[in-house]
Structure formats: structure tokens, C-alpha cells
């Protein structure tokens, strides 16, 4: 195939991506997502369309900003940046015309002014250096070490195997599993090494000669050039010429090929470098403490711990208020502790033992006053102290802490439904109530969580009242209509990933579909869209039962309860008769009117129910707000006898109570999961979850200054609600 030929292939291909965010692709509705990845494959294969399809998405994003399409321009920009990434070379002239165009995005409001900068920055250090974005992106993946870039990053994919079939997750183990296997240290390191040099060598690099070099050295020689090509590739961002850059690799190339003879024979046009699939674990989710736990091993493999009582006892613990009546973010046992501590310095254990290093640190008599700006951030971050300092020698001033760098990211893939989705915000609830009492996984790692929507084939126990899967996944369907590519490339997945399960195992291993996608929307999904937690506090009709307490991320739903005694089924039924099917309810609530004010509403009502929903049908209804439903039934007599007839009220709140008059229990099912159901509940009590290090500074607040009734002081300052960021690869597009 001629330039020509080529050329005008790639241009029919990108056309067709930008007609499909149009919808007017209706032809393989069942393929949808296949052309980004078909697109990408295909330079995969022949490194030499890079620059062509490069010159293609520059041209594409040029018109769209004069023809102010700008639904096309989040696309064509993540696929273009990730054509740069895995380039073997870009001509100068064409990511200065990229550069350029992202500067021009910073005019634009939100998500292309965010978006527009990230890749401004992450443009001006290709420019300087050549490779540095595929070097640090294999290096972060794949746990490399190196000093220049200490950076590490690890895919999570988290499935419940109660709502998936066995097939599916089966299926999905094997894809990892396959994709992790045919990756190793030796080989990532090679890679590293020949692009960073064919970036900056261009045509005088031997590409095939420099990897067959690679292939032939000893594991500690590989390393020793790995690490001299990080380090000049990295000391490059310190504002060197880019002569310097290329004159640094090339005295590395030189030494490295030394008396090797070069590849005398014509090279076929580039020879591109893989990007190698990322570490990515799969993971049956079948304990609630099983995230917080996958994390922190994470962060102190058990190779570098001795037991999981060792971790974080670096950290002082949290010195703990007495918790928020109805908090239950601080509320846990606390202990009385013999102190044995003699109060001389050198009665402290030797720190040769660093699994038995005491809790305690000897500190100096002066202290110096944090500033308000570093305890805010503190405390937004996790809500507590500063990491403890090892004690000191006596008469020496302790030297100040370097500040925390999140060195580790942990980006969190959860496939499935809206069902796992209420896990996820309960897990995320317990999480952040572990860091409110003791800080630890917050300011050293980077948290972020992504969505897959999974439609298994057929209805699980858990969801049989919801067999449509767009009820099942509403939250897959506001992302989708927030972000169009978000739709295009993952809400698709919800539909093929089921046929994985069907597949023979050979042909995961040879076609690595599904995780070249997680892998793309790990990597470019960078803006989340934040969703409200809800808290709810159910009332029990035994008096002596406490109150239990939750929360819910998608919908609650309450519904009659069946009578469990004869003598009650009996009055029932008569009741029945008289008013119809259903209770008496009452509910208060402050309704959220269309100018954002709100209105007291009271209402006593015969209802067979209500339903909850926190997640807007529409990206202008906005988030934070409960859309309630409740069916009322309306009691009229006439000449043909009584009947009944159900009206349905709607209305918006941030918060509501509801009681049964009659005190008749009802249930209360959580994010349309039937292992979240509550029985006998006579009451429930829905608001805004609040974020735990907000209650705990409001709790030392309310101490010092009981007559405050406002947000005084630095809790003005920390995010009040709970939200849970997912991540998409344009957040909410106006």
C-alpha cells in the first residue's frame, strides 16, 4: 500500500470514529468500540503510520475547533496522544502544531481547559526529550526500579463473584493472567531502552542490532544501561538543549553497541517498540476489608514487612475525640495502655529492629507551630497528625520532615453493575474513616477508581426485580451521556465481555481485547465525575434493636412487608379492604424546588412505597440531589362501589424522613441489591454522607468552642460531603 493509499485508509477510519460519536454508526451497533482499538492495533503493526495518522488527527482537531465540534475534540486528542506515546519518532513540526493547540484549549471552560493543560506539560517534556512519556509510563507499570523515576503504578480489577457467573470471571482471570505472563523485567527494560534511544537517534539508530544487543547481555549489565538511559532521559527535564539530550544517548548508544557491527542492511521504515501491558491483578472481591488490605500490600509488599500489625506503626497514632452523636465516623473501642515507658531517651528499643519499634517518640521541648495552610491540607487529605520523627540525639535539633510524595497510584477497575458500585461506596466510606483516625494510604497513594459495566446473561438472585440491564447500570448510562467516549469505548464492554465467557482460552492469549481497553481507559481516564454518597439510618419496629446505619450510592427503595402472624395478616387484610393495598406514611423533608431553593414539605399519605434515586436521569438535573417517587393510593366511592386508584408524587431533596404511622413494617433495599435489604423497619432517615475527617474536626471544634454552631476555623476549609470519583476520559462535557 503506497502514501496515498494509506493515507486516505487512516482518514476513512477516523471519519468513521467521529460519525460513531454522532450515532449515526448503526450498521455494528455490536462492534462499537472495536475502531479506536483497531486503529491503534494497526500502528502497532506498522510503526510507520504513526506520522501518518498523527498529521490526520492534527488536521481533524483543527477543523473541529473552527467548526466548533467540540464533542470531537476529547477523542481525537486521547487518541492522539496516545499515538504519541508509543511513536518510535514524531517530526518536530507536528507536536509543536499539537503543543499549540492544547495551549489554545486553555480559553475553553472545563474539562478542555484541564485536559488542554495535562497535555500541554506532558508535550513540553517530549519535546525536550524525546520517549520520556512511553519511558515513564513503562517504568510506573511495571514496578521498575530506578532512583531517577521512583514512580509505581498497579491495575486492580475487582469483580463480585456473586453477581457475576463463574464463566465471566473465569474468563477475565485468564485474560490477566495471560497478559501478565508474557511480560518480564528483562524484556520491559529492553523496551525502555530502544525507544528512548530510537526517539532521540531517529534514522541513525540500528533498531534491530540494538535489541539483539539488548537480548545478548548479561541481567546486570542490562540494568547498569537501563538505568544510565533513565537517568539522561530524566535530566533532561531540567531545561537542557535538546543537542545535549541526543548527544547524552548517543555517547550511551555508542558505548553500549561498542565494537558490535551496526545492521548494514536497509532498514524496512521504523521499527516501532510495544508498549507493554500493565500490571494488572485480578481479584475476586469476596471480603469487605479485601480493598484496604490489596492497598496497602501495595504500598509494604510482604517482602518488605514482617507482619500486617508492622504496617504503618511508623505513624503516631490519632489522638481521638469522643465520636459525632449519629457519626459513626470516629466511633470505635478505645483501650486503656500500662505505659511502660522509663522517660529516658536511651531506654527506647534499638531501631535495629524496625518490627519492633515503639509507638512512642521521644520529641523536643519546642515545637514548632504548623501552618494553617499545611494543617488544612493535612486534614483534607486524611485527617490526621503528621507522620511521626525518629527521635534524635540529645542537644541536636531534629531535622524537618520532607514532605510525602505519592510515588504510587492504584487505579481501581470495578466491572459490573450498579450493585457493585454500593459496595465500592461502603468499602470507600470505611476506608476514608480508617485514614479520619489514622493517616496512612492517603498522603503516599494515589486512589482512583474506574467503572466496567458487566450485563451477565442472565439475572442473578440479587437483581431479580431488575432484569432491564439500563436499570442495572445507571451509572454506566450517566457516564455515558456525560462523556461520549467514555460510551463508545467501555459502556460497549458491558455487552461483549459476557461473550469472553464463550471464547476458546487460545484465543484471549492471541487477541488481548479486553485488557488493551482496561489498559487504554486506565491510562487516559484521567478526569473523574464525582457521585454523592448517601447515608441512611434505619429504624427498627423492636425498640431494643439499635438503629442501624449505612449508605447507598444508586437508589433505596421501600416496599410494604409482608405480615409474618396471622393476627397481623389478619388486620392487614382488613385494612386493605377499607384504605387499599399498602401503609401510612408520613414524610418531612426541605424540597429542592428548580431555583435551588428549598421548601419545607410535610406530607401523611397511604403509600405502597417510595424510591429513591441519587442518580439524575440528566446530566442539567445535577448531582447531590434525591429524586423521590412516592405511589400514594387514593381511595373514591360512587355508585359502582369503592375503588382505588395510585398517584405518583416526585419531588427533589437533599435530605428526608419517613415513618409508618401505624408502625406496620416495611423493607428497605440498598442499590437494587437483595443482599442489602433491610426487614422490620418502621423508619429511615436519608441525608448527605458527610466526610469522616470533616466530623472529626468538627467534633475538636465543637470541644473548644461549644457555643459555635457555624463552620469556624479550619473546618471551613475540608470537603463536607463524601463523594466518589470515577474516573472517564472527559468528566461532565457542558
Not at 21 to 35: A, I
Not at 220 to 230: I, N, R, T, Y
Not at 345 to 354: H, K, N, T
Not at 469 to 478: M, Q, S
Request: net charge neutral; charged share 25%.
Amino acid at each position: 500500500m503506497d502514501s496515498s493509499e494509506l493515507e486516505s485508509d487512516i482518514l476513512r477510519r477516523v471519519r468513521t470514529l467521529l460519525r460513531e460519536l454522532d450515532g449515526h454508526h448503526p450498521s455494528c451497533q455490536s462492534d462499537r468500540g472495536m475502531l479506536r482499538w483497531t486503529l491503534h492495533k494497526r500502528m502497532d503493526q506498522n510503526p510507520r503510520t504513526s506520522c501518518v495518522l498523527v498529521s490526520i488527527l492534527v488536521k481533524e482537531l483543527e477543523r473541529a475547533e473552527r467548526g466548533d465540534l467540540r464533542h470531537y475534540i476529547i477523542p481525537l486528542l486521547h487518541t492522539l496522544m496516545y499515538t504519541l506515546i508509543q511513536a518510535p519518532c514524531i517530526p518536530d513540526e507536528l507536536c509543536a502544531r499539537v503543543y499549540d493547540f492544547c495551549k489554545r484549549l486553555l480559553t475553553l471552560p472545563k474539562p478542555f481547559c484541564t485536559i488542554g493543560l495535562d497535555y500541554a506539560s506532558r508535550l513540553q517534556l517530549e519535546r525536550a526529550a524525546p520517549g520520556t512519556l512511553y519511558q515513564r509510563m513503562v517504568i510506573s507499570e511495571q514496578s521498575l526500579h530506578s532512583a531517577a523515576f521512583p514512580c509505581q503504578e498497579r491495575i486492580f480489577i475487582f469483580a463480585d463473584p456473586e453477581l457475576l457467573p463463574e464463566a465471566i470471571c473465569r474468563a477475565l482471570a485468564m485474560d490477566t493472567e495471560a497478559a501478565q505472563v508474557s511480560q518480564s523485567p528483562r524484556g520491559c527494560m529492553s523496551c525502555v531502552v530502544t525507544h528512548a534511544l530510537q526517539a532521540a537517534l531517529r534514522d541513525t539508530c540500528d533498531t534491530p542490532g540494538l535489541w539483539a544487543r539488548l537480548q545478548a547481555l548479561p541481567p546486570g549489565d542490562l540494568e547498569h544501561w537501563f538505568q544510565q538511559v533513565v537517568a539522561a532521559v530524566e535530566g533532561s527535564e531540567g531545561g537542557s538543549e535538546r543537542g545535549q539530550h541526543t548527544a547524552r544517548l548517543e555517547r550511551i548508544y555508542h558505548g553500549l553497541m561498542g565494537s558490535s557491527p551496526a545492521g548494514n542492511d536497509p532498514q524496512e521504515g521504523l521499527q516501532g517498540t510495544p508498549l507493554p501491558s500493565p500490571n494488572i491483578s485480578f481479584h475476586l472481591w469476596t471480603e469487605d476489608e479485601q480493598l484496604w488490605k490489596e492497598l496497602v500490600l501495595f504500598l509494604r509488599p510482604l517482602s518488605q514487612s514482617c507482619e500486617p500489625e508492622c504496617l504503618g506503626q511508623e505513624l503516631e497514632p490519632l489522638e481521638m475525640p469522643d465520636p459525632l452523636p449519629g457519626c459513626g465516623c470516629c466511633g470505635q473501642s478505645r483501650f486503656s495502655v500500662l505505659s511502660t515507658d522509663s522517660g529516658i531517651e536511651r531506654d527506647l528499643p534499638a531501631p535495629e529492629e524496625p518490627c519492633e519499634r515503639s509507638r512512642l517518640h521521644r520529641k523536643g521541648g519546642i515545637k514548632k507551630k504548623p501552618s494553617p495552610l499545611d494543617s488544612v491540607a493535612l486534614l483534607q487529605a486524611g485527617g490526621g497528625k503528621a507522620p511521626g520523627k525518629p527521635p534524635g540525639r540529645a542537644g541536636v535539633p531534629p531535622e524537618p520532615a520532607a514532605p510525602l510524595q505519592r510515588l504510587h497510584t492504584a487505579r481501581v477497575v470495578l466491572l459490573g453493575d450498579d450493585r457493585v458500585l454500593g459496595r465500592l461506596a461502603q468499602a470507600f466510606l470505611s476506608l476514608r474513616k480508617r485514614e479520619a483516625r489514622r493517616v496512612f494510604l492517603t498522603p503516599r497513594l494515589d486512589l482512583q477508581f474506574y467503572h466496567i459495566p458487566v450485563v451477565p446473561g442472565q439475572p442473578q438472585p440479587s437483581a431479580a426485580e431488575h432484569t432491564d440491564p439500563e436499570e442495572l447500570c445507571e451509572v454506566a448510562g450517566y457516564l455515558g451521556r456525560a462523556d461520549p467516549w467514555y460510551e463508545s469505548n467501555i459502556s460497549t464492554l458491558g455487552h461483549m465481555i459476557p461473550k469472553l465467557a464463550t471464547m476458546p482460552s487460545r484465543a484471549l492469549v492471541t487477541d488481548p481485547f479486553l485488557t488493551d481497553v482496561i489498559a487504554y481507559y486506565a491510562r487516559m481516564g484521567t478526569q473523574p465525575v464525582c457521585f454523592q454518597v448517601h447515608s441512611v439510618k434505619v429504624l427498627f419496629q423492636d425498640p431494643a434493636q439499635e438503629p442501624a446505619e449505612d449508605v447507598f450510592l444508586t437508589e433505596l427503595l421501600t416496599q410494604v412487608q409482608d405480615s409474618p402472624s396471622h393476627r397481623e395478616l389478619s388486620t392487614t387484610k382488613r385494612k386493605s379492604t377499607l384504605d387499599g393495598p399498602g401503609m401510612d406514611l408520613t414524610v418531612t423533608c426541605r424540597r429542592v424546588v428548580l431555583s435551588e431553593r428549598h421548601k419545607e414539605l410535610a406530607l401523611s399519605l397511604h403509600s405502597t412505597g417510595l424510591l429513591m434515586k441519587a442518580i439524575p436521569a440528566e446530566e442539567a438535573a445535577g448531582q447531590g440531589c434525591l429524586t423521590v417517587t412516592i405511589t400514594e393510593i387514593i381511595r373514591t366511592s360512587n355508585l359502582a362501589g369503592r375503588s382505588f386508584s395510585a398517584v405518583a408524587h416526585r419531588f427533589r431533596t437533599r435530605s428526608i424522613k419517613v415513618r409508618s404511622s401505624e408502625q406496620r413494617p416495611f423493607t428497605v433495599r440498598l442499590d437494587k441489591d437483595s443482599r442489602r435489604t433491610y426487614r422490620d423497619v418502621v423508619g429511615l432517615e436519608v441525608s448527605p454522607c458527610l466526610e469522616p475527617s470533616y466530623c472529626l474536626q468538627k467534633t475538636r471544634t465543637t470541644k473548644c468552642s461549644p457555643e459555635e454552631t457555624e463552620d469556624v476555623g479550619l473546618v471551613k476549609y475540608l470537603p463536607k460531603s463524601l463523594l466518589l470519583p470515577i474516573n472517564t476520559f472527559a468528566g461532565v462535557i457542558p
